[in-house]
């Protein structure tokens, strides 16, 4: 048994600048395609919502303009960041623009009445509401993003804080869950026909409002907010992305490979028959994700794990690496490919046919586990290091990317680190090289702008979009861009 500590990688911002840390790098030198003809100078927004939600978060967003003052704390100053503001001159050089003519009020009396409906009903008639404005708002071809007040009193299927940390926190891999949920519901009913969705709680502008239950009456305890500075980062990070732009990216050596990563993660149907498969593609160190939908999977009764024929695997990375094609011109150098199961032969047989029909030389095959059975402790009161890796055997590794942050000088969590298991299936790269990778590909997530994400971006992002196409049909039209999914 070995352990080593990675450096934290570092991410690549406008003119070449380099950070640890995502908001440091946009606030001192602005997203990495600044000035460039695919960077947003505005977004468009269209809102959707009732008035009260409408309102509050269109102050809120205005208040954000201007900047957000970080929160006190005697702890880590690097941790709670200012939010400098949203304008062309600040952060992401950008600018909202609002639009009453893009602005869709949901009565209050029909949201109500959905809202009454008992069980998931309620919440498939909250979508409809929310879809069919959504649907006119798209017609028009004017906004960038629509972004979607959520209703207060539709009741959500919440885990425990425990549970969260376990299951949610770690992408969770396998869906399981067919709670139906409004945000997935209502993404995958606009797939096809709108532009990507925000949606917005009103304890994010109003934190007091996370107390409310569908009753209106208060609970014992609020859900944990975060300050409101990380709120303006997240969400404007968020709404950069949608709107074309990219915030950062992967520093790349001239050394480096040009890489295509794959996600593949599985998802039940919703009506229990059978699990499919998604996949989400994230290109090279840019992030630019689109999404291909993979076919049938089985379990096989000795590990009950879900696995692709050889034939499915071979032609999922087909249709990636076309896709790949198709947006590039050429095809990438290598590919490497995470998985949120085994891999069985019949796998591999069929991956590794396929980069050889495209003349591929370097594939690496990684199944990442969402935990593995180690704990490491530091003496004292300090948690381990972020980017620890022990090496368990020769092929088998436990990575820690969460634990205590050497920029931060401390660990942000609450609960004792739980590192992801790494099994390599086939590998040109050691597994100490594609340890660093997953790694990196943990600070490419942009719902977050804290630098310590838990999973690669690979297999959250395939974990979103399995939780948005159970819901769709087989066969069904769905955009192919990540945005329309996170």
């Known amino acids: 048994m070995r352990a080593f500590i990675f450096d934290e990688p570092e991410l690549e911002f406008a003119g070449d600048a380099r950070h640890v840390d995502p908001r440091f790098g946009v606030a001192d030198y602005g997203p990495v395609d600044f000035g460039t003809t695919r960077a947003p100078a505005e977004i468009r927004l269209g809102m959707i919502g009732p008035s009260d939600g409408l309102d509050g978060t269109r102050r809120w967003l205005e208040r954000c303009r201007n900047g957000i003052p970080a929160k006190a704390t005697d702890r880590s100053p690097r941790l709670f960041r200012d939010f400098p503001g949203f304008d062309t001159s600040v952060t992401f050089r950008s600018t909202l623009v609002f639009d009453d003519s893009l602005t869709r009020t949901i009565p209050n009396r029909s949201l109500s009445k959905a809202i009454a409906r008992s069980g998931a009903l309620a919440t498939v008639d909250a979508v409809e509401l929310y879809a069919a404005e959504a649907a006119d708002l798209a017609a028009t071809n004017r906004c960038d993003v629509i972004l979607c007040a959520r209703p207060d009193d539709l009741e959500d299927h919440e885990l425990s804080p425990q549970a969260e940390h376990e299951s949610l926190d770690s992408a969770s891999i396998e869906v399981e869950s067919q709670a139906v949920d409004f945000r997935d519901l209502l993404k995958a009913r606009l797939l096809a026909t709108s532009p990507p969705l925000q949606l917005i709680r009103s304890s994010t502008w109003d934190p007091s409002r996370a107390k409310l239950t569908q009753s209106g009456r208060h ?22 992305y949608k709107a074309g732009g990219t915030p950062w990216r992967l520093v790349r050596r001239s050394s480096d490979l040009s890489t295509l990563y794959v996600g593949v993660s599985f998802f039940h149907t919703t009506d229990r028959d059978s699990v499919h498969t998604s996949v989400a ?33 071979y032609g999922l990375l087909s249709e990636a690496l076309a896709v790949y094609r198709r947006e590039h011109r050429t095809f990438p150098a290598r590919v490497a490919l995470h998985k949120t199961s085994e891999f069985d032969d019949a796998e591999v047989r069929g991956f590794e046919a396929a980069v050889d029909a495209f003349a591929i030389e370097h594939i690496d095959l990684v199944w990442v586990q969402s935990s593995e059975k180690l704990r490491l402790f530091r003496n004292g009161d300090h948690a381990v290091l972020r980017g620890t890796l022990v090496e368990l055997e020769e092929q088998r590794a436990a990575l820690f990317t969460r634990g205590t942050i050497d920029f931060y000088r401390l ?16 590998a040109e790269h050691s597994i100490f090289q594609l340890a660093e990778e997953i790694l990196a590909l943990s600070k490419m997530n942009w719902n977050q702008s804290q630098l310590d994400g838990r999973m690669p971006i690979t297999l959250r992002a395939s974990a979103r979009v399995a939780n948005v196409l159970k819901h769709v049909s087989a066969g069904s039209p769905v955009a192919s861009r990540y945005a329309s999914y996170m």
Request: aromatic content about 8%; glycine content about 10%.
């Open 219 to 240: 609970r014992g305890s609020p859900r944990q907010m975060q300050d409101e500075a990380t709120r303006a980062w997240n969400i404007h990070t968020a709404l950069y």
């Open 281 to 313: 593609q994230v290109f090279n160190e840019r992030g630019d994700g689109v999404v291909v939908r993979g076919g049938p999977a089985a379990r096989r009764k000795d590990d009950r794990q879900p696995h692709l024929s050889e034939d499915d695997a």
């Open 411 to 426: 660990y942000p969590g609450m609960y004792v680190p739980v590192p992801l298991g790494l099994h390599v299936a086939m």
